[in-house]
């Protein structure tokens, strides 16, 4: 089985910054595109950041120049630093990851989800 799981979330004021994490963990033979979704009620996921095995990232408009997301591909990891947080910011905010599993074909993987909240 897969696992990822995230970490960092919490509670800061607006202008403040936070670092969530996230791992991949389990019978993994590779994996493709990590990410971060963001999640409000009524929002089925949007993309926030992602990141290829290569190291290309893309971000949505809201947060360019904001948040900058990194890849470790030995660990398995992805981390994104969020900086000059805004209140809209908050919500939940959940890793994927396109994981090709050992004798499983390629497959899309959440994480259970960290919450940001963000007080103005």
């Known amino acids: 089985q897969v696992q990822l799981v995230e970490s960092g979330g919490g509670l800061v004021q607006a202008g403040g910054s936070l670092t969530l994490s996230c791992a991949a963990s389990?019978?993994?033979?590779?994996?493709?595109?990590m990410g971060w979704r963001f999640r409000f009620p009524g929002n089925q996921g949007d993309l926030v950041a992602s990141?290829?095995?290569?190291?290309?990232?893309s971000y949505t408009d809201s947060v360019k120049g904001r948040f900058t997301i990194s890849r470790d591909n030995v660990r398995n990891t992805i981390t994104l630093h969020m900086n000059r947080l805004k209140p809209e910011d908050t919500g939940f905010y959940y890793c994927?990851?396109?994981?090709?599993?050992?004798?499983?074909?390629?497959?899309?993987?959440w994480g259970r989800g960290t919450h940001v909240s963000v007080s103005s």
């Open positions: 994927d990851a396109r994981i090709k599993r050992i004798g499983i074909p390629w497959g899309d993987y």
């Open positions: 389990g019978d993994i033979s590779s994996i493709e595109t």
């Open positions: 990141v290829t095995r290569g190291g290309s990232t």
